[in-house]
């Protein structure tokens, strides 16, 4: 018997995003990062379902983009999951003293966001994805703030978690960890954008943390 089909949307920015395509070609839809790894994955192991994966990410992103274009890119897809990662080009505006950083709308942005996907979408399972730096590249100047605010949106994002019942999906303990043993650099090229195997990383714990839950897909 054909199992139930789920729809999978991922939101973020850049390292969501994965340069992918924005036309139909199933060849580059997904970006080349994480998201591709995910529905690589899944996709393989759960053929008979054909669940289907969506990439939204756009680079440069922040929270309040998100919400600015949440209607057309998330609600009106009807998701049965929505993953978000999101939160890195917040604190750079605010870092770099940018216009588009005048004031923090991280939580406030980020709680819209979540508010109105439960009030109009409320059977749709959320994944809330750590935010994350490692000390080279971009970051190196600037490091104390750069590790300060992420630490501050990582909790942020943790207590948006249990406050809408979203998986949360730590992820810079696992980019630490594994920076100890290589240098930052390996998996973060640059501070902010992972590398191939950085990708990797996150979707491992994306899949670790999803498969062994109450929205695992099947």
Same mark, same amino acid.
């Given at each position: 018997m054909t199992k139930s089909s789920q729809t999978v949307l991922f939101q973020g920015d850049s390292i969501t995003d994965g340069n992918r395509g924005r036309g139909d070609d199933p060849n580059h839809i997904h970006g080349h990062g994480y998201v591709y790894l995910i529905a690589a994955e899944l996709g393989f192991r759960l053929a008979d379902s054909r669940h289907q994966f969506i990439n939204r990410g756009i680079s440069g992103n922040r929270a309040s983009d998100l919400y600015a274009r949440w209607n057309e890119d998330a609600i009106y897809l009807q998701p049965n999951l929505i993953s978000i990662l999101i939160g890195v080009n917040d604190a750079g505006r605010m870092i770099e003293g940018s216009p588009h950083g005048a004031s923090d709308r991280f939580?406030?942005?980020y709680r819209h966001i979540l508010e109105e996907t439960k009030d109009i979408l409320p059977n749709t399972? %959320?994944?809330?994805?750590?935010?994350?730096?490692?000390?080279?590249?971009?970051? %190196?100047?600037?490091?104390?703030?750069?590790?300060?605010?992420?630490?501050?949106?990582?909790?942020?994002?943790?207590? %948006?978690?249990?406050?809408?019942?979203? %998986?949360?999906?730590?992820?810079?303990?696992?980019?630490?960890?594994?920076?100890?043993?290589?240098?930052p650099e390996y998996w973060i090229w640059d501070g902010i954008h992972p590398t191939t195997a950085g990708h990797r990383l996150i979707a491992n714990e994306w899949l670790n943390v999803v498969q062994s839950s109450q929205l695992a897909l099947d």
């Amino acid at each position: 018997m054909t199992k139930s089909s789920q729809t999978v949307l991922f939101q973020g920015d850049s390292i969501t995003d994965g340069n992918r395509g924005r036309g139909d070609d199933p060849n580059h839809i997904h970006g080349h990062g994480y998201v591709y790894l995910i529905a690589a994955e899944l996709g393989f192991r759960l053929a008979d379902s054909r669940h289907q994966f969506i990439n939204r990410g756009i680079s440069g992103n922040r929270a309040s983009d998100l919400y600015a274009r949440w209607n057309e890119d998330a609600i009106y897809l009807q998701p049965n999951l929505i993953s978000i990662l999101i939160g890195v080009n917040d604190a750079g505006r605010m870092i770099e003293g940018s216009p588009h950083g005048a004031s923090d709308r991280f939580e406030k942005a980020y709680r819209h966001i979540l508010e109105e996907t439960k009030d109009i979408l409320p059977n749709t399972g %959320l994944i809330l994805c750590e935010p994350f730096v490692l000390r080279t590249g971009t970051t %190196l100047q600037n490091w104390d703030k750069w590790r300060q605010t992420i630490d501050e949106y990582r909790q942020v994002v943790r207590i %948006l978690a249990h406050d809408y019942a979203a %998986l949360f999906v730590p992820l810079q303990k696992a980019f630490d960890d594994a920076a100890a043993q290589t240098g930052p650099e390996y998996w973060i090229w640059d501070g902010i954008h992972p590398t191939t195997a950085g990708h990797r990383l996150i979707a491992n714990e994306w899949l670790n943390v999803v498969q062994s839950s109450q929205l695992a897909l099947d």
